[in-house]
């Protein structure tokens, strides 16, 4: 049986990435998403909503023409989270 190297593992970890900021206007992103964005020169500070920004980053995935499956995943998320604080259930 392998043993791993629990404080070397934990050293690893990226927990920067996943924390949320608030950009403004009441939305939260994560620190992962902000960067793919702004690697794609999508618009998002701006914006007053998630829709708004999952708007801007279709039209941004249509104009480079391509599929970006990063900007795609970000897409997704945002309108998962867009989902459930909008919903009444």
Do not use: W
Not at 12 to 17: A, C, E, M, R
Not at 39 to 46: C, E, L, S
Not at 63 to 81: N, T
Request: hydrophobic share 35%.
């Amino acid at each position: 049986m392998k043993e791993y190297d629990i404080e070397e593992l934990s050293k690893n970890l990226d927990f920067k990435s996943g924390e949320m900021v608030n950009i403004g206007n009441g939305i939260f992103l994560t620190n992962r998403e902000i960067e793919i964005l702004e690697i794609y020169q999508v618009p998002y500070k701006n914006c007053h909503t998630l829709k708004e920004i999952i708007f801007n980053i279709e039209k941004v995935m249509e104009e480079m023409d391509i599929p970006e499956d990063e900007l795609d995943l970000v897409s997704s998320s945002i309108a998962e989270r867009d989902y459930y604080q909008n919903t009444n259930y």
